[in-house]
């Protein structure tokens, strides 16, 4: 699948294992899968909250979309299931600066995403970060 050690560490939840892997010269900012994504990407639509807070400090990038046309945002809301993970992953990329205005391919804005998916909470973090 194209995945980095970042990427394999961050899908398994494997904290500590991410932490070498950046602190021995993996980058948090390879593109990666077969999706073209990140390992944030990844870690998001898990709902690893850990991991994302991780690569967030290491400098992944917020927004890179990937050629299904999601970020990290938008995937902690469609393949997340709106619990208190995917929520606490969803709150970690905002407050790290995640565009929430950034569109997916269908022009559907993070919050009427989660609006449709009837995640209450997220549409409220969403709501309170300025999302339309």
Avoid: F
Avoid at 19 to 48: D, F, K, M, P, Q
Avoid at 109 to 127: I, W
Wanted: glycine share 12%; charged share 15%; net charge neutral.
């Amino acid at each position: 699948d194209r995945y980095d050690i970042a990427t394999i560490a961050a899908v398994a939840d494997d904290v500590p294992t991410l932490e070498v892997a950046l602190a021995i010269g993996c980058r948090a900012t390879n593109v990666t899968s077969r999706w073209y994504g990140t390992a944030l990407i990844a870690a998001a639509h898990l709902g690893h909250d850990g991991a994302v807070r991780t690569l967030i400090r290491a400098g992944a990038p917020l927004d890179h979309v990937n050629t299904l046309g999601w970020t990290a945002l938008i995937e902690s809301i469609v393949l997340g299931n709106g619990g208190p993970r995917h929520l606490a992953t969803l709150k970690a990329l905002v407050a790290a600066g995640a565009n929430v205005n950034l569109a997916d391919r269908s022009g559907t804005t993070p919050l009427g995403l989660a609006k449709a998916a009837g995640y209450r909470e997220m549409v409220a973090v969403l709501a309170q970060a300025g999302g339309r």
